[in-house]
T-cell receptor
């Protein structure tokens, strides 16, 4: 696609529920990143994929968070047993081959846990 | 790990004036410093970047300066326009795919 697409754009869920957030990167981009942006803050790194594998998942806050990219294209961020503190905008970015330069961000998914 | 601090958190200028946003970083291994503009409901968009082998870079009304010794870099916007109003983020990376962002500066340009 022309840009990084994230769905849904907004998600409201109840505390304790499971959610999945989807990211469709720019076609041909092998590197994919997930960031979390809390209100009034800059994006915080969660996980980086190179192809199908998670090359760096050091930013995932705990084991309730998991992400996959089974075919090296679309990625899904999964959050189990959601908590109110998980409320944030979840941003996805992709780049052609990795490295910090050349990031293109999607518009994000605003997750609200009530 | 890298820690990026950004000032000011809010900045209001009159149309036509200049705006300056400053950032400091902690990791001397960082070598890539991008600036992003984020409008409401959208993801951050890269507006300019600089690498550690360069001290200054300019693109029309936007310029970035880097002082590696002092570990700080700044964004300069000249002849500001109302459409420059947005939240601006600085970031730093050592190119290991882990980019650290500042907390952001909300710039308001008054017509």
């Amino acid at each position: 696609g022309a840009g990084v697409s994230q769905t849904p754009s907004n998600k409201v869920t109840e505390k304790g529920k499971y959610v999945e957030l989807r990211c469709d990167p720019i076609s041909g981009h092998t590197a994919l990143y997930w960031y979390r942006q809390s209100l009034g803050q800059g994006p915080e790194f969660l996980i980086y994929f190179q192809g199908t594998g998670a090359a760096d998942d050091s930013g995932l806050p705990n084991d309730r968070f998991f992400a996959v990219r089974p075919e090296g294209s679309v990625s899904t961020l999964k959050i189990q047993r959601t908590e109110r503190g998980d409320s944030a905008v979840y941003l996805c970015a992709s780049s052609l081959s990795g490295g910090a330069a050349g990031y293109t961000f999607g518009s994000g998914t605003r997750l609200t846990v009530v | 790990g890298e820690n990026v601090e950004q000032h000011p958190s809010t900045l209001s200028v009159q149309e036509g004036d200049s705006a300056v946003i400053k950032c400091t970083y902690s990791d001397s291994a960082s070598n890539y410093f991008p600036w992003y503009k984020q409008e409401l409901g959208k993801g951050p968009q890269l507006i300019i970047d600089i690498r550690s082998n360069v001290g200054e870079k300019k693109d029309q009304r936007i310029a970035v300066t880097l002082n590696k010794t002092a570990k700080h870099f700044s964004l300069h916007i000249t002849e500001t326009q109302p459409e420059d109003s947005a939240v601006y983020f600085c970031a730093a990376s050592n190119n290991n795919n882990d980019m650290r962002f500042g907390a952001g500066t909300r710039l308001t340009v008054k017509p």
